[in-house]
């Protein structure tokens, strides 16, 4: 049985459905994230699980036992919030004491535990600190600490590192990490940031105007994208029509000047969708021109016009020679590279 | 030739400076001349006309004494008379925190169409003459004619007539709900402040509606609480017509007192030192005020 289910839950505000269907199955100590862009339903959905919204439909469980019926403030949940929402009145140890006190913990193990917490995330000797006095990492540290001093049977994170610089960022990234797998607690982020719920979760459920696109790996979900929104939203793709030869034995896929052998019971137009990074420039494939080119340091980025529209290309730098600005190349993959969509594809 | 260019651009540069000086002053002159023109002097003269001598034959004499100093500050008259200042100022003051701080935060509450409505009608009355609202007020109480005490001695309610004329306490509750749109603005301002999400994460944490608004809420708008307060006491020490409608002649306050010396006994000088007397306490008080709660919320919320 898994842990925390959502049971196609659903939640309406007046006429617009903002989360629709949405069900999964999150497994103790699994670590997943709700992906998509702004509106996408995701922050509501943590909403509808913490309790300060109520669903309109479906069931929130929680080891079998259903969450909607009870209070927010009874459900046992730690919350990292975008803004931190730290106490702006209390110290650093008097925000993380604060969910112990509730639990009427005694004092001396509550003082224990504090310390325990501020030292779990980097911040010992901070405990005297008002959060107006700390920077954005370390209130961001108060607010983690926090969530899990309580020890939560979920911890839900929104956004909680989207107001850091990149660099902060990507440290807090590893931490907090390194912090889930060492508790071991349930977690789950909503992020609109792809590298960051591809880099930390288990799971991802991809969402997009209410609905889920895709749950699986970050793996998965960047290899064999379940929907055109899926494998634009992770990461750059391209997108190619493609058409199927019938006339020669095997059929053949055909995009532009490149093809390959058709994969059995494929019919009609379809959309060959292939990574930048998996396209190499070769003596044969797709009749392209290099637009632009851009230095990234361990990569090229080629901007190219082909002859089936605009394509990008991620060419490692690995100090062999380059093609040029205006160089007519040709685009290839491997068949086992792109993924196929469309109008008569065999999913 | 090369000295001459180098001292060329060098040159303008001191008179710009020095007009760029001269600059704010010449700015703020227009405002300045006002301000010390109809502030500063008459204050100062104010302060001079304490110093005056006054007899019931000779009028007002131009000498510095200081007997009117020594009038206000050791007689006991004129010690009840700050003494009810004072104490009805406090009152006043704690009166609208108690009914104003929670008025703001149901305020503030509020769905979108009723928020503004009843804004309106918190802050409208500061569009009505403080006389007109304070004569309301003894419509309703004033003896036994005024309306409630009609009502409450004809339904059996009441013997004699609630007693709200000429009492400390009719000026209190007057006062109050003159003064409360002051504090319900200074806690509607720090409640715009505060981050909704720091209300749900208490509640997360484990938090009751109770304890949420005791050790979340409250500490939050404090600073809030205690400027409107400020304002609030500032304001009805100072007050005058709600007082002198209210109290009359019987009941006097600081304000009504120096009143009644400058325009009935006609002892200017001694009017001069009250009302000189009521404005230094008060801004004693106020400063003080203002410095403690700067000190103590200086770490919090600087």
Excluded at chain 1, 77 to 104: C, D, K, W
Excluded at chain 1, 177 to 200: C, F, K, P, Y
Excluded at chain 1, 304 to 325: H, L, T
Aim: proline share 6%.
């Amino acid at each position: 049985m898994s842990f925390l289910e959502l049971d196609h839950v659903g939640k309406q505000f007046g006429p617009n459905t903002v989360v629709d269907d949405f069900s999964l199955a999150v497994g103790k100590g699994e670590f997943v994230s709700f992906l998509g862009p702004s509106g996408c339903g995701k922050t509501t959905t943590l909403q509808m699980i913490a309790g300060f919204l109520d669903p309109s439909r479906g069931a929130i469980r929680l080891e079998g036992r259903d969450l909607t019926t009870v209070q927010p403030a009874k459900r046992g949940l730690g919350i990292v919030f975008q803004s931190y929402a730290l106490f702006p009145h209390m110290t650093a140890a008097e925000n993380v004491a604060f969910g112990l006190e509730m639990r009427r913990v005694p004092r001396a193990e509550r003082a224990e535990r504090v310390r325990g917490a501020l030292g779990m995330v980097g911040l010992a000797g901070y405990e005297e600190r008002y959060p107006r006095r700390m920077s954005g990492g370390q209130q961001q540290r108060v607010a983690l600490a926090r969530a899990l001093v309580i020890k939560p049977s979920v911890l839900l994170l929104d956004e909680p590192l989207s107001n850091l610089d990149a660099k902060l960022r990507e440290e807090m990234q590893i931490e907090l990490r390194q912090i889930q797998r060492n508790l071991g607690t349930t977690t789950i982020l909503v992020t609109h940031d792809q590298n960051e719920a591809m880099s930390l979760s288990d799971r991802i459920v991809v969402m997009s105007q209410g609905r889920v696109e895709q749950i699986g790996t970050p793996q998965e979900t960047y290899e064999r994208p379940a929907s055109a929104f899926v494998s634009q939203f992770l990461g750059k793709t391209n997108d190619f029509a493609a058409t199927i030869d019938k006339t020669c034995a095997p059929a053949r896929l055909v995009a532009g000047s490149w093809s390959a052998v058709a994969p059995v019971g494929l019919a009609g137009p379809v959309t060959v969708s292939i990574r930048p990074e998996r396209i190499s420039f070769g003596d044969a494939g797709l009749a392209a021109k290099i637009v632009t080119r851009i230095f990234q340091g361990n990569h090229w980025l080629f901007q190219c016009e082909s002859e089936c529209g605009p394509a990008i290309v991620i060419r490692q730098n690995d100090g062999k020679p380059q093609p040029v600005e205006g160089e007519a190349v040709r685009l290839a993959w491997r068949p086992e590279d792109m993924s196929l969509r469309g109008v008569g594809a065999a999913a | 030739m090369s000295a001459a260019i180098d001292t060329t651009p060098a040159s303008p540069a001191p008179t710009a400076d020095t007009r760029d000086a001269r600059a704010p002053w010449a700015l703020t002159a227009p405002a300045l001349m006002l301000f010390v023109g109809v502030l500063v002097i008459p204050l100062a003269m104010t302060v001079m006309l304490s110093f005056h001598d006054w007899g019931q034959y000779k009028g007002i004499e131009p000498v510095f004494i200081l007997k009117n100093w020594r009038e206000v500050l050791t007689d006991s008259y004129f010690l009840e008379m700050f003494g009810r200042t004072f104490r009805i100022a406090l009152y006043v003051t704690v009166l609208t925190a108690l009914f104003g701080a929670p008025e703001a935060y149901i305020l503030n509450r509020m769905k979108s169409p009723w928020r503004g409505i009843f804004l309106l009608v918190i802050l409208g009355p500061l569009l009505i003459s403080v006389v007109a609202r304070t004569l309301g007020w003894a419509l309703l109480f004033g003896g036994n004619s005024g309306l409630v005490n009609k009502a409450l001695t004809s339904l059996g309610l009441i013997s004699a007539p609630l007693p709200f004329m000429f009492t400390e306490t009719g000026m209190v509750v007057a006062l109050a709900h003159v003064l409360m749109p002051y504090m319900v603005l200074a806690v509607w301002a720090a409640l715009q402040r505060l981050d909704p999400q720091i209300e749900n994460a208490a509640v997360a944490l484990g938090a009751g509606p109770f304890t949420v608004l005791r050790r979340i809420v409250l500490p939050q708008v404090m600073p809030g609480i205690l400027s409107g307060a400020i304002i609030v006491f500032a304001l009805a020490a100072s007050a005058f017509a709600t007082p002198a409608i209210i109290g009359g002649r019987r009941l006097k306050v600081a304000a009504t007192l120096a009143y009644d010396e400058f325009l009935n006994t006609l002892n200017w000088p001694l009017g001069a030192a009250v009302a000189v007397l009521l404005l230094v306490a008060l801004v004693l008080i106020v400063v003080g005020a203002s410095r403690l709660v700067e000190r103590r919320y200086a770490q919090v919320f600087g």
